[in-house]
């Protein structure tokens, strides 16, 4: 039997750096438990130049190791292939973003996801000892890396809150009476049950892959640096992030589709969306993205903004004239905060998941769901409320995984739709 070797990709290219030394411009990093990385980008892009792709390497086969530095300062090892999130014409549009999964070696319970682009190095770990994320030390900056753990987060932003009154055309009812949603959200459709029921299938095996259509206003462009390259490394961030949850937790991947750069706008005054109108942006959105993208050539559709909150349509994946209701606002729209607790949230409701806090308060008021709601106060996971409850939160942000109640909402969905 033939012997395989593991390539450990040098890991030169890391060099500790002491966070003291940094000047108050580059101190703005909003996490207080963390440490400071160098990243030397050509040795590395070296390195990755020779990791395999999925199409014809298994995680499982794969012989390239990535070595990453922990909130800790040690060095954990993973063993990595190179996972393309975008379709191939869209790739070929946008040859310097790339993204790679990975899984631990020495933790071989652990899961990565990391790209690398115009944006610089960003990289998720999910596993038993929690989550971990290695993210620029300042926005502008690619050259120096904070790897910090999610605990170690400031509180969950209190995104824009919307009264709602009534159903609009596009068929996503409103909650009435008036109330107050975490950022807005709109969680009924025009039926409120999962199509087929609960079951209790599992999913398995199979990989879903969805067709993603992820628009961003002219304001979340700019936050990003303003060119269409900048809004879309952005977005496939977002998204390489969200698959590393929805992969592990439900086998689903997201893949953007390849004329998703016609949907990232550079100009705030004449992009098609009102950027702090949650929920002016969800029928924006659907128009646009069908219209831009066609009908049949997405599955979910998205939109990126700077205002507005969160909201969405319950259950809306591959439904002709829904599809694309979905909407993430948030003056910082980057970072654990933004990609857990409200992108993967406001997805996880296109998905077919309700909300599972028990909550009155805070924001929590209004918008509990009495069949799903199984966690005490805020809840602590994806469809939950932490952090946004007050006196009822649990914790400050969203654990990166669903509650059992919210699998089984998405898996009968996804099997049914």
């Known amino acids: 039997m033939e012997r395989r070797t593991l390539l450990a990709v040098d890991f030169e290219y890391w060099a500790s750096v002491d966070k003291s030394s940094l000047t108050p411009r580059e101190s703005s990093f909003p996490f207080e438990y963390y440490s400071v990385f160098s990243l030397d980008t050509s040795k590395l892009q070296s390195s990755l130049s020779t990791i395999p792709e999925e199409r014809n390497t298994s995680l499982a086969e794969s012989s390239s190791i990535l070595v990453l530095p922990t909130p800790e300062g040690s060095m954990a090892r993973f063993r990595v292939v190179n996972s393309p999130i975008m379709e191939p014409g869209l790739a070929e549009k946008f040859p310097t973003i790339q993204t790679y999964m990975g899984q631990g070696v020495d933790d071989p319970a652990a899961t990565l996801r990391f790209d690398v682009s115009p944006l610089g190095f960003r990289a998720q770990v999910l596993g038993p000892e929690g989550r971990f994320y290695i993210d620029p030390y300042q926005t502008s900056e690619t050259r120096v890396y904070a790897s910090y753990r999610a605990t170690s987060n400031d509180k969950r932003p209190q995104l824009p809150e919307f009264t709602f009154d009534g159903s609009d055309s596009g068929g996503v009812k409103k909650d009435s009476p008036v109330g107050t949603n975490k950022g807005g959200d709109s969680d009924s459709k025009v039926s409120t049950e999962i199509p087929g029921g609960i079951v209790s299938n599992r999913s398995g095996t199979q990989l879903r892959t969805y067709r993603a259509a992820v628009a961003a206003t002219g304001e979340y462009t700019s936050f990003h640096g303003g060119t269409v390259a900048a809004g879309q490394a952005a977005i496939v961030s977002a998204i390489n992030r969200i698959n590393g949850i929805y992969e592990t937790e439900l086998s689903i991947r997201l893949v953007l ?13 004449t992009d098609p969306y009102t950027n702090n109108d949650g929920i002016a942006m969800l029928t ?37 004239g829904q599809k694309a209701r979905g909407v993430t606002g948030s003056p910082s729209p980057t970072g654990d905060a933004f990609w857990v607790d409200y992108v993967a949230h406001e997805m996880g409701h296109q998905f077919g998941g309700n909300h599972t806090f028990n909550s009155p308060s805070g924001s929590c008021s209004g918008n509990r769901n009495a069949s799903t709601a199984y966690e005490p106060g805020s809840g602590s996971t994806i469809q939950s409320y932490a952090g946004i409850c007050g006196t009822d939160d649990l914790q400050s942000n969203s654990d990166a995984y669903f509650h059992s109640i919210s699998f089984d909402e998405i898996i009968s969905y996804v099997d049914n739709v």
């Open 284 to 320: 924006q959105n659907q128009n646009n993205v069908t219209t831009v993208i066609g009908n049949a050539n997405y599955d979910i559709g998205h939109v990126f903004s700077t205002g507005g909150g969160g909201v969405a349509g319950l259950g809306v994946v591959g439904i002709t």
């Open 257 to 269: 589709v390849a004329n998703n750069d016609l949907l990232v706008y550079t100009n705030a005054a």
